[in-house]
């Protein structure tokens, strides 16, 4: 079929864009803040062009000076009265943040009553500065708000910036009969569509585009299709949303099945063919040409006929982009590798180690060492990085990133992507170990030595006298351990308990800002608990309320129980031992692990509790600022810890349960404990030993042949 070309220079009716979007300004490509604001006022919202350049179109929104994780961004008009109740609508937005590591960002709806508010979470993403992360879903509002809020929020962090372009909110096409289900391809891993060509030196075009779409459905449900559809003109428009200059791409696009919806068609097969700029946002539309009465197509742009939604895409950027990278990762015998998901025009790539901070443009340095084949480092110039042989002593452990490149790095025309997000990897070992056998001063304040690493720790006091954490000669019963004659004892002991300010505050501190922040551990220590308030903590390290990892004893009102707990960005997921894990005045051996989505806590080498849902890991908020033992992240309502710890250990891998029980047995000399992790003897563990032994198998034999039936009456 010859398809024809037609430029409307001023179709002033073309769309009903309320219809497809009910949001203000939703792509803030009136360089304006219009429709938008802060959310509960708190915080700035201010247009941005570049750093990071807009998902589409001219302008993008920047959300800053965020102080709690529900601050965000949200679209001040009350959208009651343009909703209907029980209808499904679909909301979407683009987002990213301004950090490296992937946080939590939540679209969600708040909707206000007469009595009480409600918050209906539309979609997550996990976004970093990396790229754009398209969030969507659908909100089905309920009958009685008094206001209703189109909101971002960032769960996962309640300092970073959000950015945002592109909302939309808008009416389910396919209830109300009209084109539906818009598909364009080919799609990217950036979700841009097409392949750029260059046509010249640094200009580049895309003329693979295939748009798809369904016809809308029949009301009547008698066909799958409406049979009043003649026809679809389809419609390509360039530019800014209120842009008038439509073209028309597809004349004569009949619809021929009443039982199959699908249209599609490429625009490379259009007369002349379209080819469409790099890096450039378009919107499209179908108008369903209708039949008359006598069965003959209404003409384009008549009142008769069905227009769609507006639907848009963004084509490809010769400017390539990383997507994704690898995770974080520990050394399998010294061996491990990173690989990176670019745009398709990325044909060029560089790795580079860390100094210090990441180099980027915003923090401008210039440290880092572009890394090349050679000693434990391969494939340097190509999406995957091999690491062969590193030391298992940790030395060579370090953070890498890339960059991809659309020509040879360094020439004149070349274009390069930002960096990815940095990744560790690790030699898995222990990490950390305190034994606290000495002090030595350091500018007036005590310290007590790291003798893996070298993290030295520091003994210090939140209180206004000079009083800090010492060295004292109780030590454990555990004879196993070599050479230990003293443990550090907290003196923080609570005189009246009705007042939290007669606490004393010692505590001690490690300033390395990666300690801990791993993305499996193991935390292991001797601790005596003299006994104290609520929530007393262990070890807390982290950078603020929102962004912690902490072992404590007393969580809340479970009484000298044992949690651990890993908090990203305000959502803190955790695992709790039952009541009195953790007696007063006894020396008890506890170690908590962290692997994958897996925590455990041990008590004295046996299995405590588990939680297979702790999804959170250290690294995602490092480095940390605030590296504590015995102090809280929450302040000194929760009280200081009272007792004493001995042989903390810190490992950057998860321990295996019956490594913990191996640990605990060489220092206490026990002979056994149970592996409650495999445990399942049930009844026939008759005396509770963990093993079916003679003791076992007599109770058994005492009632050979005994039996509880019952029989017929004679």
């Not at 010294?334 to 670019?342: D, E, L, R």
């Not at 003994?459 to 800090?468: I, K, W």
Request: aromatic share 10%.
């Amino acid at each position: 079929m010859k398809r024809r070309l037609l430029v409307l220079m001023c179709l002033c009716l073309v769309s009903p864009l309320l219809a497809e979007n009910l949001l203000v300004n939703p792509g803030f490509e009136t360089g304006t803040t219009e429709g938008w604001g802060p959310r509960f006022g708190i915080g700035s919202i201010e247009i941005i062009t570049s750093n990071p350049s807009p998902r589409s179109g001219n302008y993008c929104v920047r959300n800053y000076n965020r102080q709690e994780t529900w601050h965000g961004i949200w679209h001040s008009e009350n959208l009651v009265g343009k909703l209907t109740p029980g209808v499904s609508y679909p909301a979407s937005v683009w987002v990213r943040t301004s950090t490296n590591e992937k946080v939590t960002v939540a679209l969600t709806m708040q909707e206000d009553g007469d009595f009480d508010t409600r918050y209906r979470q539309v979609g997550t993403a996990q976004a970093d500065n990396a790229q754009w992360y398209l969030i969507e879903g659908t909100y089905v509002p309920n009958a009685d708000p008094t206001t209703i809020r189109f909101y971002v929020e960032a769960p996962g962090s309640a300092t970073c910036d959000i950015f945002l372009d592109d909302a939309s909110l808008g009416q389910d096409d396919e209830v109300l009969g009209l084109p539906y289900g818009p598909q364009v391809s080919p799609e990217n891993v950036d979700q841009t569509v097409g392949t750029p060509v260059e046509v010249s030196p640094g200009v580049y075009s895309i003329d693979d585009i295939v748009l798809s779409f369904k016809a809308g459905r029949d009301l009547d449900e008698v066909y799958e299709v409406n049979p009043g559809i003649d026809h679809h003109n389809v419609y390509l428009q360039y530019g800014l949303p209120n842009d008038a200059n439509l073209i028309l791409v597809d004349y004569d696009l009949p619809q021929i099945s009443l039982e199959d919806p699908v249209q599609s068609f490429a625009l490379a097969d259009v007369e002349p063919p379209i080819q469409l700029q790099q890096g450039t946002t378009y919107q499209w539309q179908v108008e369903m040409v209708m039949k008359d009465p006598n069965g003959l197509p209404y003409p384009a742009n008549s009142p008769e006929n069905i227009w769609g939604s507006v639907w848009s895409f963004t084509t490809a950027n010769a400017v390539p982009a990383i997507t994704a990278i690898s995770d974080h990762m520990l050394l399998v015998d010294g061996n491990t590798s990173f690989t990176i998901t670019t745009t398709n025009v990325a044909n060029n790539y560089r790795w580079f180690k860390v100094v210090g901070n990441q180099d980027t443009p915003e923090n401008g340095e210039t440290d880092d060492i572009m890394l090349t084949d050679n000693g434990i480092y391969s494939g340097t110039t190509t999406k995957t990085l091999v690491i062969t042989g590193a030391a298992a002593d940790g030395s060579d452990d370090a953070r890498v990133y890339a960059k991809a490149y659309n020509g040879v790095p360094g020439a004149a025309e070349t274009q390069e992507s930002p960096p990815s997000a940095a990744r560790w990897f690790w030699a898995p070992r222990l990490m950390n170990l305190y034994a606290f056998e000495t002090v030595y001063e350091v500018d007036g304040v005590n310290v007590t030595p790291d003798t893996i690493s070298g993290y030295d720790m520091s003994l210090l006091s939140n209180d206004t006298g000079d009083d800090v954490p010492t060295l004292v000669a109780d030590i454990p019963p555990a004879p196993g351990i070599a050479g230990n004659t003293s443990s550090l004892k907290f003196d923080n002991p609570r005189s009246t308990p009705a007042d939290p300010n007669t606490n004393d505050a010692q505590y001690a501190a490690v300033s390395q800002g990666w300690a801990g922040a791993y993305k499996d551990i193991t935390i292991s220590a001797w601790v005596y608990n003299s006994g104290g308030s609520n929530w007393n903590r262990i070890l807390d390290y982290g950078n603020d309320t929102n962004n912690y990892m902490m072992l404590c004893v007393n969580p809340g009102s479970v009484n000298n129980a044992v949690r651990f707990a890993v908090k990203v960005g305000g959502n803190e997921q955790v695992v709790t031992t039952a009541a009195e894990a953790l007696p007063v005045d006894q020396w008890t051996y506890v170690a908590a692990t962290l692997t994958g989505s897996t925590a455990r806590i041990y008590i004295n080498g046996e299995l405590s509790a588990t939680s297979t849902s702790m999804t959170n890991d250290p690294v995602a908020y490092g480095p940390t600022m605030n590296n504590w033992l015995g102090r809280s992240q929450w302040g000194d309502g929760d009280g200081y810890f009272n007792g004493k710890i001995d042989q903390l250990k810190i490992y950057n891998y998860a321990l295996s349960t019956v490594e913990i029980g191996q640990d605990y047995l060489a220092d206490s000399l026990n002979e056994w404990v149970c592996n409650w992790q495999t445990y399942d003897m049930g009844a026939y563990d008759v005396n509770g030993n963990c093993l079916i032994d003679l003791e076992d198998f007599a109770a058994f034999a005492a009632r050979w042949l005994e039996d509880d039936r019952i029989y017929p009456a004679h």
